[in-house]
């Protein structure tokens, strides 16, 4: 069945410096990946969505790359402050079938001021 | 104002009761899903509507019995709880329709069976 790998599922990293978080989908026929944040308590929250016809997208200090080829995309956090720390999901969907979304595992990300 | 609201926030109970949780979007989304949750911070698919048809369940135990009695609105009501029901559970819901767009998340219902 579908399936969505995400890696690490934590992640420590110094303030002002870079995160990187890699996800890998099984279904060929997804072309929409969406990232969500959840801090403590919090709901997932939509902080950037790449489609399958774009391979880089970016938003101030957040960026996407998606490789369709390999069935990979990620997500890039530059300069991070203390404020990014949370959890991080990435998602895969198809807008054909059933409009599903599958989650990754979560990475728990901690910017270490 | 909230965009895909809730109720409740919090709902302790003890095994064996019924409960239910209802949830309501205003944003005129045609789907709507119920996640759960759990204690790893899984995001689990349960049920999927889109405009009131059921679309989507995903081996949930007949306990859980979703119902949409309009495409705004999603509820979820569960028969003889168990521990294992323990969890969050998020209402959300996306354009659908052959469309990429997002899931908006309500804030959650956090289930705490005793």
């Known amino acids: 069945g579908e399936n969505v790998e995400q890696h690490p599922s934590t992640l420590s990293v110094q303030e002002g410096d870079s995160a990187v978080i890699k996800c890998t989908y099984s279904d060929s026929a997804s072309n929409y990946f969406p990232w969500y944040k959840q801090e403590l308590g919090k709901r997932p929250q939509l902080i950037i969505d790449i489609r399958s016809n774009v391979g880089e997208k970016k938003d101030q200090r957040i960026a996407v790359t998606l490789n369709k080829t390999a069935k990979h995309f990620s997500l890039h956090i530059t300069e991070t402050q203390p404020e990014d720390s949370a959890v991080y999901f990435c998602?895969?969907?198809?807008?054909?079938?059933?409009?599903?979304?599958?989650f990754g595992t979560g990475t728990r990300l901690k910017v270490l001021a | 104002d909230t965009a895909v609201s809730q109720t409740p926030k919090y709902l302790v109970t003890q095994m064996g009761n019924d409960k239910s949780i209802k949830c309501e979007q205003n944003l005129g989304h045609d789907t709507m899903y119920w996640y759960k949750q759990d204690s790893k911070k899984f995001l689990k698919i349960m049920f999927s509507?889109?405009?009131?048809?059921?679309?989507i369940n995903e081996t949930v135990p007949n306990r859980f019995s979703p119902k949409s009695p309009d495409k705004a609105h999603l509820n979820l009501h569960i028969n003889s709880l168990e521990l294992g029901d323990s969890a969050v559970y998020f209402c959300a819901s996306s354009q659908g329709g052959g469309t990429n767009s997002p899931l908006h998340f309500g804030n959650g219902t956090r289930l705490t069976v005793t």
């Open positions: 998602a895969a969907s198809s807008t054909s079938g059933t409009y599903k979304y599958i």
């Open positions: 509507y889109n405009n009131k048809e059921l679309i």
